[in-house]
């Protein structure tokens, strides 16, 4: 087993925020990798935060931006099961950061749900006549295909849970919400959200 000092552990849990000993562990799984042992910490987290995901989140905290000079701002709502943890900062940080990333992204809802069906028919009709110019004479499953995949990144483009990060490109805001469940241990959720912007 490789031996692994305080110091690289220290490093993983100021990295990650996860727990002494399950950086320990992490480090020594994956022979004090940095990088595997953060993806490794990354999952467990994810999972720990699925079992979470059942608990009711009855506290929590309005939070809201305004971009100078005034034109552009958003309110959203983020809930949590206990008024101590609305006062933790790793939930307050995780808030205003979603207040940023809603102001920089402007997600259309926050499932594929909550994208109203006339903008998703609009987006697809267009894609498939983009699709039947580009690959004229391609059969028509190979079309399918290829609208299919562009929806997919509309989608990813347009819905809150599905956008990447706007602080982390290699997450999803959904997987930086279940960190941050992983890290706090109460059950997070967005509930809802207000985009505002002037003339809009």
Known sequence: ?????????MQLRKQTGAPMMDCKAALQETG?????????LRKKGLRSADSKAG???AEGLIFTY???????GVMVEVACETDFVAKNEEFLAFGKDLCLHIAFHKPLGMTRE?????VVEKEQNLLIEQARE?????PEEVLEKAVHGRM?????????FDQPWVKDDKQTVEEV???????????????????????G
């Open 152 to 160: 997919e990144k509309f989608f990813s483009e347009q819905c809150l």
């Open 66 to 72: 305004v971009h100078p000079p005034g034109r552009l």
């Open 32 to 40: 004090g990798d940095m990088d595997k042992a953060a993806d490794v």
């Open 134 to 138: 580009q690959m004229a004479g391609k």
């Open 1 to 9: 087993m490789v031996e692994i000092d305080a110091k690289t552990v």
């Open 114 to 118: 909550d994208v109203p069906s006339a």
């Open 177 to 199: 919400r279940k960190s941050a469940v992983a890290k706090i241990g109460e059950n997070i959720q967005i509930r809802r959200f207000v985009f505002f912007e002037l003339g």
């Open 55 to 57: 608990r009711e989140a």
